[in-house]
């Protein structure tokens, strides 16, 4: 198999599952085919559209003691009028290099991403439920795989993306903890990237906040625990006397999210006023007892948005009435009908198959 091709093998018919509407888990049902290929003597080679199937390693495959390894998150959709499409999957193309480049792995060219991601999402089309707000979930991801003990970067690596359905992904508006002892990304460190040890780090401190009766952590800056950077695994935004801040990417401890990134574009666009800095907890706290904080809510591919009706500094407990949001829930609903097919798509987001 030569380079920049990407061959098929073919399933015989008799051994494809279909998608079962009523019966499948979010994270744990997957399509039938899945794409691999294999960094080698420094060329992807082995590009295979084949066979979900497990993967056999070496006990010794760096990935499993040293961690190299990076993920992404897209979402493909069916439209109204039945067309399937992907939702900015070249930023999130971008995205996975940038990873790759600060965890020491290989870029991933774009004939292997992109048209390996599109060939393989119009293959299972399918496994789209039809029910209003369902998607297709898809993960690229890629792993070192040299069989070696040593602490230095792998020569080979694995890249691959599989697939699963989603249904409407509905959350209930979460209680929000915030951290003041842990950290999720340090300046100089990995938060940019989309790296899985990120993501391993930050459930010892999650757990403890669920055992305080909360559902996540909003986390804060590494050196003083005073300046708001994301909520879980999203980007958060606050409402405070009608305007919308986020906290600002340039220290390099807040994960660019493309959920972030299309929500400052619509919030403008719909009037809102959108500021991109640093926010400190004494900031929310004294505007919440002004009575100006109107809303938190989290962005992200999963959720796409996530209302929050209660947040905790310490002892001081700030409650929000999630019946009276506003910002938030139009925000999903405008994302959502452009993910639909419902409004123009008028800055080109939909990459249709
Ligand atoms: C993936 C992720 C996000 C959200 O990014 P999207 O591109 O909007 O899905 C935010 N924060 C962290 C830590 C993430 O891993």
Avoid: C
């Avoid at 979010?26 to 199937?53: C, H, P, Q, R």
């Avoid at 990873?99 to 774009?110: F, G, I, L």
């Avoid at 004294?286 to 992200?300: D, I, N, S, Y």
């Avoid at 929000?320 to 829930?329: M, S």
Wanted: proline share 5%.
């Amino acid at each position: 198999m030569s380079a920049q091709k990407i061959s098929f093998i073919e399933i015989p018919f008799g051994e494809l599952n279909k998608l079962d509407p009523d019966n499948f888990a979010f994270g744990k049902s997957f399509t039938n085919y899945m794409l691999e290929a294999d960094y080698i003597d420094g060329e992807w080679k082995n590009a295979v559209i084949k066979k979900y199937a497990p993967l056999l390693m070496d006990p010794s495959t760096a990935v499993l003691h040293y961690g190299q390894a990076i993920f992404e998150g897209i979402k493909a959709y069916k439209t109204e009028v039945g067309d399937t499409v992907i939702f900015r999957p070249d930023a999130n193309y971008k995205r996975f290099n940038i990873s790759a480049e600060r965890m020491q792995m290989p870029t991933v060219p774009s004939w292997l991403f992109m048209e390996g991601m599109k060939q393989l999402v119009a293959l299972e089309k399918d496994w789209i439920p039809n029910a209003p707000d369902s998607s297709m979930y898809i993960r690229p991801f890629m792993i070192a795989t040299d069989p070696f003990l040593g602490v230095r970067p792998s020569q080979n690596y694995k890249f691959m993306i599989i697939l699963g359905p989603a249904g409407p992904y509905y959350s209930a508006p979460m209680k929000i903890l915030i951290e003041k002892t842990y950290t999720r990304a340090a300046p100089g460190g990995v938060g940019f990237a989309k790296n899985a040890g990120n993501y391993a780090a930050s459930l010892h401190p999650v757990e403890l906040a669920k055992q305080k009766g909360y559902d996540q952590v909003l986390w804060t800056d590494a050196n003083e625990h005073k300046y708001v950077e994301e909520v879980g695994v999203m980007n958060v935004m606050f409402v405070i006397d009608g305007k919308v801040i986020t906290p600002s990417i340039e220290r390099g401890t807040v994960l660019k999210g493309i959920t972030r990134d299309s929500a400052i574009i619509l919030l403008r666009e719909m009037g809102y006023s959108v500021e991109e800095r640093n926010l400190s907890i004494d900031e929310i706290v004294a505007a919440h007892k002004e009575g100006k904080l109107q809303e938190v809510f989290g962005v992200g591919t999963a959720a796409v948005v996530s209302l929050i009706a209660k947040l905790a500094d310490g002892d001081y407990v700030m409650d929000f009435d999630v019946e009276a949001l506003k910002v938030g829930p139009a925000l999903k609903n405008h994302l959502n009908d452009i993910r639909m097919g419902k409004v123009v798509d008028k800055h080109s987001w939909l990459v249709k198959l």
